[in-house]
């Protein structure tokens, strides 16, 4: 899947209120990045690289395994597939949201 498809199925999911009230940014290297700006209603999801509350690094592969359930955001701490950097509450708040 492609960041720019990850990145739509994430405006879908996420809604007008995601309820984070904060900014995520999830790195994904290479591949991209995708902005969640959920300090304002509503929510804006972009590819635009800018500050945030918390970056998230992870693989796209890994990122749509999140999306999809088949991958636990603790368990992905855990075992290193992901690194969070910034505001560890607001990557604890986006396991409810996602």
Known sequence: ???QSITEAMRQKM????GLGASLKFDCGADGIIVID?????????????ETDCTIGITVE???ALLDGELNGVSAFMSGKIKVE??????MKLQSVV
């Open 1 to 3: 899947m492609s960041l």
């Open 86 to 91: 910034g505001d560890m509450s607001v990557a």
């Open 62 to 64: 890994n990122l749509q």
């Open 15 to 18: 809604g007008e209120d995601s």
């Open 38 to 50: 959920g300090s304002v209603v509503p929510n804006t999801i972009s590819n635009s690289d800018r």
